[in-house]
């Protein structure tokens, strides 16, 4: 039997699908989140040199994590979109960007939370947090570039040529950065979790997976928003059983 | 018509948009006044303590030089869009990143290399060492280029848009944090005492991969944002 593999290529039959999925994922990503808390909060014992504040890692490390993740994902889709030129990958792109920038956006608050009781300040040039400053402002100039272009096709394909710019510089600005780092200050100081406890490492573990799926989620809806607005003029969507 | 050769090509470019720019020279004179400006109004915000100014000194200048080149980023296709020249450019049968690569080099020329000259003057009004505004200089001259080159495809992306200027600079300046690393990574090295090839090392495999890739890549913007 031939599998036609790219049926859900086209906007037309993804968005069903992803009206579909929408659900599971969406009630799978607050289940795990509710565990993942209940695990970090309850569960895990009080870290012996950092007290109750180290608990804000179970939300700081896997939206840093996602927030990296979600870049590649979006750069990816982008080129799909511009080498293959699919309305699809365009879309989600577009779609992606604005999670990706509110989790590089907690991660930094709640780094900052993290950093006052720690390191006594709510900044510290480390590496680390100057990265993921930076990717908050690619993720915002792929935004704004796409916002300030009318034509949808040019905002895509515009946007997408930045985003593959970007994944390009992320690794040079990241060493840089590192480098710049350590020659300017010695190391600051660094919590390094090497005996990890198993509770924490279930916590933490959990709640990237929950941070995940509710990513999923919230691209496949805003996709869904992307793909109604942009083929409001044709006729499938007129026969939809929402839009009438 | 004669085939022209790709050297003869770049020549031809660069020759053209420096006459252009001698023709209009008050577009080149702000941006040099600009940089001159924003370097002098640092000690009047922060004091005049020499120790502070001296440390801060190649901080200042790299800054200054970004924005400077931010600023005249805008003029690199916009003339030439608004009087179609950039059509026919992307109609030639000769290479669209040669043609690039020469608009970015006469920028360079107009933007650049005017304020790695001005830079002795204003880092002795920092009372740099002169080991360090050597230095600086150098960095300057390897990274301007780079700036002109990666704020090309800004340039070329945001080519037509409204408020182009502003978002050129919110999608180059990212971009661009390497070479202020490295540009004054490597004066603070020279002022400390060590070594500064690593530092002008990596500037220089920065030029290097700038100059092969972004020529390229900002003829694909172009052509997406002429489409």
Known sequence: MAINWFKYSAPTTFYGLAGKLIPWFAISSVILCAIALYIGFAVAPMDATQGQFYRIIFIHVPTSIISMFLYLVMAGYAALGLIFNTRLSSMMASAVAPTGALFAFISLWTGALWGKPMWGAWWVWDARLTSELILLFLYLGFIALHASIDDPRRADRAAALLAIVGSVNVPIIYFSVKWWNTLHQGSTIKYSGTSMHIAMQQAMFTMLVACWLYAIAVTLMRVRSIILERERHTKWIAQLAEVK | MKKLSLF?????????????????????????????????????????????LRKMAPGVLWVAALLASMLSLGRLFSADYLDGTLEQMLLAPQSLSVLVLG?????????????????????????????????????????TPI??????????????????GVLLSLLVLPLCIPVLIFGTG??????????????????????VLALAFTPWVTAQALRISME
């Open chain 2, 103 to 143: 608009k970015m080099a006469s920028h360079w020329m107009v933007s650049g290399l005017p304020l790695v000259l001005m830079t002795p003057v204003l880092g002795l009004q920092f009372d740099m060492t002169v080991e360090g505004i050597g230095v600086l200089m150098l960095g300057l001259l390897l990274g």
């Open chain 2, 8 to 52: 003869a090509l770049l020549v031809l470019v660069v020759r053209r948009d420096l006459v252009l720019a001698m023709r209009r020279r008050a577009d080149v004179l702000t941006t040099l006044f600009f940089f001159v400006m924003v370097v002098s109004l640092f000690p009047l915000g922060v004091g005049p303590e020499m120790d502070m």
């Open chain 2, 186 to 207: 490597a004066v603070q090295a020279v002022t400390s005492g060590l070594n500064v090839s690593a530092h002008l090392s990596l500037m220089g495999a920065l030029l």
């Open chain 2, 147 to 164: 700036l002109s080159m990666v704020g090309a495809i800004g340039a070329a992306l945001t080519l037509g848009l409204r408020g182009g």
